[in-house]
């Protein structure tokens, strides 16, 4: 097993070639295809706040994943269309704790039925299992939290309907099982809660993006509310986890300045209408950012939409606030992240959560600069301080540490318009200096390359 890696890349590598020579499709009904992807992430001395162990999992892990999804879809008639995909994953671990072995199960992670134009030109109906991601993503993405990577679906509908040129509205209702009734080849994982140690808690909501240009079409954005239920669950230690509703209303706003200077705001306040001691929480983000043009253009054999035609430099400036639990309290003040339980602020520090909750993004306050260069790729650096707004860690100050990231995305094999062929990669390196929140004081650091193919 210590040569799959080296034989999956090759055999990848092979499949891309192939399909980039074949021959384009003609339009059908009938659609298929899929996609692989390798990669090996590599991480230590990742930083927990508990005084023993001061590092999550033991301080070193090294894992290779192979994912393989393949779909197909089918358009019955102009305004309906039927969507299904299966996806199967496992690990080769090297150090590390031991998941996803071989042969594992398949999941059917999309099965639905989706609807066009029923209630007027642009509307949008899906009905069944489906990946949702509304907004800007931090609260809206991905549905089986507990799941590594494999999949993000929720089991629920989805409408979007048009309202007028600069209007539009996004309802969605889910309740996603803690298992996955469908899999193929059932190993009992979970897919969703904060804790292994917690079996058995569902989770629901329902929600309305009002979506549009506001101020006269200036401004883009949404406003928004978000309904989330966990259903009560026992412990492995006999206690009984409650049920717990959260309540959240949201505003994002995307103004772009000038052609080359744009901007992000987000605000979203949490609370329990039904208890004036429950939940009272707050999420902000800002962040502006500048894409210059220059004056080398990539080579016209070399260009695609989805790293961009010309060459580009960028700069930002972002921060993002995430409120902590007060302990002296009677509320809960830390922020809850809904459905959006993936490592959308960092790869590295998600791992920082071990001990609080998978993907438990909360007591958080980190501003960060940015660079971005687009030539054919995008190579992004970004660094900045992390702080945590209530001292509750074994360390007892509030300084999280220093955060650098570098991430480049480019392209293997440009493929056919359709997207078979198209193999891209990705390097990701990032690395923490911790601060006086943890005990450690051992720098962590992130590390992942990975190859995509499409076909």
């Not at 393949?70 to 969507?83: K, L």
């Not at 007028?164 to 009992?188: N, P, Q, R, W």
Request: aromatic share 12%; proline share 4%.
């Amino acid at each position: 097993m210590k040569t799959l890696p080296i034989s999956v890349a090759a055999a990848m590598l092979a499949a891309a070639a192939f399909a980039a020579e074949a021959v384009e499709e003609k339009a059908s009904p009938f659609r298929y295809g899929g996609d692989i992807r390798l990669r090996q992430e590599l991480w230590d001395d990742i930083p927990i706040p508990t005084e023993e162990p001061i590092v999550t999992r033991n301080g070193y892990s090294n894992t290779y994943r192979l994912r393989s999804r393949v779909f197909a879809a089918y358009d019955f008639t102009d305004w309906m269309t039927a969507n299904v995909r299966f996806t199967h994953m496992f690990y080769e671990t090297i150090a590390g704790p031991e998941s996803f072995k071989w042969p594992d199960e398949i999941s059917l992670d999309n099965a639905n039925l989706e609807f066009h134009n029923l209630t007027g030109e642009g509307s949008k109906l899906v009905i069944g299992r489906q990946d949702i991601f509304l907004g800007s993503g931090r609260l809206i993405f991905e549905g089986t939290a507990l799941d590594a990577a494999r999949t993000t679906f929720f089991d629920g509908i989805l409408m979007r309907q048009p309202l007028s040129d600069d209007f539009s509205t996004d309802l969605f209702a889910v309740y996603d099982k803690d298992e996955d009734d469908l899999a193929i080849g059932h190993v009992h994982r979970q897919l969703r809660g904060y804790s292994p140690a917690v079996d058995g808690r569902d989770e629901a909501g329902a929600g309305v993006f009002l979506n549009g240009k506001f101020l006269d079409g200036a401004l883009p954005g949404s406003l928004y509310y978000i309904w989330k239920h966990e259903t009560s669950a026992r412990a492995a230690d006999g206690t009984e986890v409650e049920n717990n509703d959260i309540h959240t209303a949201g505003l994002l706003l995307r103004p772009k300045f000038s052609n080359t200077l744009s901007g992000e705001f987000e605000y979203a306040r949490q609370f329990d209408p039904a208890d004036d001691d429950g939940i009272d929480a707050t999420m902000a983000y800002a962040g502006i950012k500048s894409m210059h043009g220059l004056k080398h253009d990539v080579p016209e054999a070399k260009r695609n939409d989805e790293f961009g035609k010309d060459a580009q430099l960028g700069f930002g400036f972002d921060v993002t606030y995430l409120s902590g639990d007060d302990p002296d309290s009677k509320r809960n003040e830390a922020f809850n992240p809904l459905f959006s339980r993936y490592p959308f602020l960092s790869e590295l520090m998600i791992y920082c959560f071990d001990t609080e909750g998978a993907g438990n993004w909360n007591n958080i306050i980190h501003p960060r600069v940015s660079v971005t260069a687009k030539c054919g790729g995008e190579l992004t650096l970004a660094a900045g301080p992390v702080f945590a707004e209530e001292r509750n860690g074994a360390g007892g100050g509030r300084d999280r540490g220093w955060l650098y990231t570098a991430q480049g995305t480019f392209l293997l094999f440009s493929g056919f318009e359709s997207g078979r062929g198209k193999t891209t990669g990705l390097l990701l390196l990032e690395v923490l200096d911790p601060g006086d929140y943890y005990l450690s004081d051992r720098t962590a650091y992130f590390f992942r390359w990975q190859i995509n193919v499409a076909f």
